[in-house]
T-cell receptor, first 116, second 106 residues
Framework: NAGVTQTPKFQVLKTGQSMTLQCAQD?????MSWYRQDPGMGLRLIHY???????DQGEVPNGYNVSRSTTEDFPLRLLSAAPSQTSVYFC???????????????FGSGTRLTVV | SQQGEEDPQALSIQEGENATMNCSYK?????LQWYRQNSGRGLVHLIL?????REKHSGRLRVTLDTSKKSSSLLITASRAADTASYFC??????FGQGTRLTINP
């Protein structure tokens, strides 16, 4: 049981490049989400999904796109990378159809992204 | 906006001592969750306390919840070097605080 798998673990991008951060879970969790973690800022929610075909914006969605074509996968796309998007990105999932009720979140190990 | 706010931001204690971290939140909740993050790793779920519970234990962890004050505390007893990590509280809406960075000195 792998849990939540994120790839890649590290990435360096040039300003203006695009890329996709992958997230997959094998726990049949309904809810999936993306966070970014910056020093002194805690975790900020980027986008989330309560089920396949359903996505919504979180606190800091600008510059990012998501889709949820399957229950297992929830990729995060950076459309045109900017230095302000340098951060550590975490994918999280939860069993519940609503956010985290009853069971809590399972996190991936993170993707450290640097935009130069 | 951050729903959970931890206090203190950093805490350094000697091995064997108890560590207490506090969390405040802003809205009504169904449950509050605590997580640990080791350096360079993802967050790991530690314990969940429901709104109708006042205290919950799990091993060396004790969590309290005061819904009237919208606050929670996490107590780690008999701390160990391996407890060195950042600790976060979170609402069930997935809103996390900035965390408390705990250092256990041998």
């Amino acid at each position: 049981n792998a849990g939540v798998t994120q790839t890649p673990k590290f990435q360096v991008l040039k300003t203006g490049q695009s890329m996709t951060l992958q997230c997959a879970q094998d726990m049949n969790h309904e809810y999936m989400s993306w966070y970014r973690q910056d020093p002194g800022m805690g975790l900020r929610l980027i986008h989330y999904s309560v089920g396949a075909g359903i996505t919504d914006q979180g606190e800091v969605p600008n510059g990012y796109n998501v889709s949820r074509s399957t229950t297992e996968d929830f990729p995060l796309r950076l459309l045109s990378a900017a230095p302000s998007q340098t951060s550590v990105y975490f994918c999280a999932s939860s069993y519940s159809k609503t956010r985290g009720v009853n069971y809590g979140y399972t996190f991936g190990s993170g993707t450290r992204l640097t935009v130069v | 906006s951050q729903q959970g706010e931890e206090d203190p931001q950093a805490l350094s204690i000697q091995e064997g001592e108890n560590a207490t971290m506090n969390c405040s939140y802003k809205t009504s909740i169904n449950n509050l969750q605590w997580y640990r993050q080791n350096s360079g790793r993802g967050l790991v779920h530690l314990i969940l306390i429901r709104s109708n519970e006042r205290e919950k234990h799990s091993g060396r962890l004790r969590v309290t919840l005061d819904t009237s004050k919208k606050s929670s505390s996490l107590l780690i007893t008999a701390s160990r070097a391996a407890d060195t990590a950042s600790y976060f509280c979170a609402t069930e809406e997935g809103e996390f605080g900035q965390g408390t960075r705990l250092t256990i000195n041998p």
